[in-house]
């Protein structure tokens, strides 16, 4: 028998506005309660015209505190055209969201739509012809959606009543989300209408920063479903290994050379495998698991070790690799796999599978090496422990063996020491980090432009800067700023001046509109396309010459042959263990994680998740660093000409400071090179007689009138988004000066040196 609601007079009044077919599926499903994020968000939406922030951690039931409400008042009142329309980062999010929907609307008379671009024409063309309920879609499908179906978009989203805008955090201070905002305002515009927005979320590190990014460009306020997390009990682990041999587990070699040849064979595949991987394949044996990389050279390299591993002791093959450049087919086979209920998985992934799409029950998240921000380390570990049970989050850092000869910043154990900071800012202050807006977004200020003509087909300079001007985002953008711009994209050919005044695409503007990359304000896939046979397997961003061999999707394949007209490469699958590359950037982090990686070295403490490698190369390290004076001072000498700065401070200070250094510092120094690992140290190489001259320089400059503009020279033009190629160079030295460069925080960090 269905469990009955909970006696509860909260839950009996949220439940009793919900519609019938709600209360039945609530029934059926022996739901015993509304979880309290559900009765907020209801509160709010019922009773109240205002925004909606849900603010909630993972499996707390965010998506179904949306839609719930939403869903009821669609069936009291139903819309005209689209009543509601889900943005996703991410179409597997989009899919797994739209199963869950389906489920719940079965019996009502409410369609749920989902529209990217593995979805079928004949599919769109249905909703085209019937705009109703609830369509869920990626903002390059709306932007699409935006220029071909321009004439047509109040049809299809006249009596649109919400937008619901999933994991908010993923398009805070990024372009894409800055495309989202643009993307609701001139959908407000042609609509005359505006929807109310609700934003979901489970890593937020600044309510105030979220509201102001979800209501930005409109009328209504937002009110913040705030639900706390409870003491939730979570188990940690963090342990360390040098990757090459170590002779301590290896023995002596003269040992070695009077075992038996089986026992050497033996050795020889312990040597191809390393302690690290087969460490990994013991925490994942016979388990649901995520292995969370920081690139996808990594999850390839895991994987591949793994099944080798699982082979020579005759396991079954339960792996597979998520990520980008994985073909949609093989990453649903990963994602029905660690769905599959009492069956082991083990899947790689990077950030593809950190966002909250349902993998059912996962046991265990292994991460290898540090995530870049608390934030990220709170998603991958509210994978595990959705059943009540405690959260499961292993790293694993490895670190290439010390050399005799290595300088004391490359005897620093860095990822170790991330991990353990990013593990306590979180259980000691819950702190996240707060995401900066976007100032100057000029990329974006290019593709809406651009977006806007093709729409309209043509338009004068007065009115399409008023229309893109009013976009909520370019609100630091002046009307010099556009009309240099639009100047500038009239000389290149990207826009042409009628007789009458008006503008229209020009011909290299077509070339670039007429893709349908350009839907996207992120940069291109390139990548060759691999194939085995009719199936495809993934990409890769090289192709190699055939007869070579790369891995990809966790095996090995031998190149059969290369079409670099259509970029396809055939396939065949061979044995062995290969390696590939993908470029990719480090990402940013935040300065507070750097000081509490400078308090992790030389406080005492012991944390009781460190396993004894890693507590004993900590000992290690905080010895190393003491006796080396780093304690006392950020500055110290290395050789009789290098000295390195340990700044303690983020990315973007990190970056800051380096461009001081280079742009003031290189003559009054005398200095011959400057080198280093963002955000971790710089090696400075200069006189000897110069090096107690160094704080003094920087500390004098910082208290300077210097601006982040004067970091730049004349002749830069920092190309770091999608369409800075299009941007005239002193808007994008405007650009990376503000986004990128902070001469404020670096004078703070400076100051407590």
């Not at 949306?66 to 996703?88: C, D, M, Q, R, V």
């Not at 800055?178 to 505006?194: G, V």
């Not at 699958?573 to 994680?593: D, L, Y």
Request: aromatic share 8%.
């Amino acid at each position: 028998m269905p469990q009955p609601i909970h006696v509860d007079k909260n839950n009996l009044y949220t439940f009793s506005r919900l519609a019938p077919f709600i209360q039945e599926y609530i029934y059926n499903h022996n739901w015993t309660e509304l979880r309290p994020v559900q009765i907020a968000a209801c509160q709010v939406i019922f009773d109240t015209d205002a925004h909606l922030l849900i603010a909630a951690a993972t499996a707390a039931g965010k998506t179904e505190a949306a839609f719930l409400p939403i869903l009821t008042l669609l069936h009291e009142n139903p819309s005209s055209t689209i009543g509601a329309l889900y943005i996703g980062p991410i179409k597997a999010l989009i899919n797994d969201q739209f199963e869950r929907l389906h489920g719940l609307l079965k019996e009502a008379d409410i369609l749920v739509w989902h529209w990217h671009g593995d979805v079928s024409q004949s599919h769109k063309n249905k909703l085209l012809k019937n705009p109703r309920g609830i369509l869920q879609i990626t903002p390059e499908s709306l932007e699409s959606l935006l220029i071909n179906k321009y004439h047509d978009i109040k049809r299809l989203f006249g009596d649109l009543r919400f937008v619901v805008i999933d994991e908010i955090h993923a398009f805070m201070g990024t372009e894409r989300g800055c495309q989202i905002l643009c993307q609701l305002a001139r959908l407000e515009d042609l609509t005359q209408k505006q929807p109310r927005r609700i934003g979901l979320s489970a890593t937020l590190g600044d309510y105030a920063l979220a509201e102001e990014w979800l209501c930005s460009g409109s009328k209504k306020s937002v009110i913040t479903s705030k639900i706390e997390r409870g003491n939730r009990q979570v188990r940690l682990a963090v342990e360390h290994f040098f990757v090459s041999v170590d002779d301590e587990f290896w023995g002596e070699k003269n040992r070695r050379d009077a075992e038996s040849a089986e026992r050497r064979e033996e050795r020889k595949y312990d040597w191809d495998i390393g302690v690290y991987e087969r460490y990994i394949f013991n925490l994942s044996k016979n388990r649901k698991c995520l292995i969370f990389a920081n690139n996808k050279s990594q999850t390839e390299a895991v994987i591949a070790s793994l099944r080798k591993i699982a082979m020579k002791e005759g396991e079954a093959d339960i792996y597979h690799v998520h990520h980008g450049s994985i073909s949609a087919s093989l990453r649903q086979v990963a994602e029905s796999a660690m769905r599959e209920p009492n069956r082991p998985a083990v899947t790689a992934a990077t950030l593809t599978l950190e966002l909250g799409i349902d993998i059912g029950y996962l046991e265990r998240v292994i991460q290898l090496e540090a995530p870049l921000s608390v934030a990220s380390f709170l998603q991958r570990l509210g994978r595990t422990g959705r059943r009540g049970e405690a959260a499961d989050m292993r790293f694993v850092c490895a670190e290439n063996e010390v050399l005799s000869e290595a300088t004391l910043p490359e005897q620093i154990p860095w990822q170790l020491l991330q991990c353990i900071a990013i593990i306590q800012l979180y259980l000691e202050e819950k702190w996240i980090e707060s995401i900066k807006p976007v100032r100057y977004p000029f990329s974006l200020l290019y593709h809406q432009t651009m977006s806007i003509v093709v729409a309209v087909g043509e338009i004068s300079p007065a009115t399409l800067a008023q229309k893109v001007l009013s976009l909520p985002v370019f609100g630091a953008v002046s009307r010099d700023d556009l009309k240099l711009l639009l100047r500038y994209l009239i000389d290149i050919n990207h826009l042409q001046l009628t007789e009458e005044g008006k503008l229209i695409l020009g011909l290299a503007g077509e070339r670039v509109v007429g893709k349908f990359q350009f839907y996207a304000v992120f940069p291109d896939n390139e990548e060759f396309l691999v194939k085995q046979g009719a199936a495809e397997i993934g990409s890769i961003s090289l192709p190699s010459p055939v007869g070579n061999q790369f891995a990809l999707a966790g095996r090995t394949w031998e190149v059969v042959e290369v079409d670099f007209k259509k970029k396809i490469i055939l396939v065949k699958q061979v044995e062995g263990q290969a390696s590939i590359f993908w470029r990719g950037g480090s990402g940013t982090i935040h300065t507070r994680i750097l000081q509490r990686m400078r308090q992790v070295l030389f406080e005492d403490t012991e944390y009781p998740y460190l396993q004894s490698n890693a507590m004993k190369r900590l000992r290690v390290v905080r010895e190393l660093t003491r006796n080396s004076g780093l304690d006392q001072k950020n500055i110290l000498l290395l050789a009789k000409n290098k000295c390195c700065i340990f700044p303690w401070m983020g990315t973007v200070a990190y970056r800051t400071l380096e461009r001081l250094l280079n742009m003031f510092c290189r003559e009054s120094l005398a200095i011959k090179s400057i080198g280093g690992v963002n955000p971790y140290y710089l090696i400075i190489k200069l006189d000897k007689t110069k090096v107690n001259s160094l704080y003094p320089e920087i500390l004098c400059l910082c208290e300077q009138r210097i601006t982040a503009e004067n970091l730049l020279s004349d002749a830069e033009a920092p190309e770091i988004q999608k369409y800075d190629k299009y941007i005239p160079h002193a808007l994008l030295r405007k650009a990376f000066a503000s986004d990128h460069l902070d001469m404020e925080e670096l004078r703070q960090q400076v100051g407590l040196w």
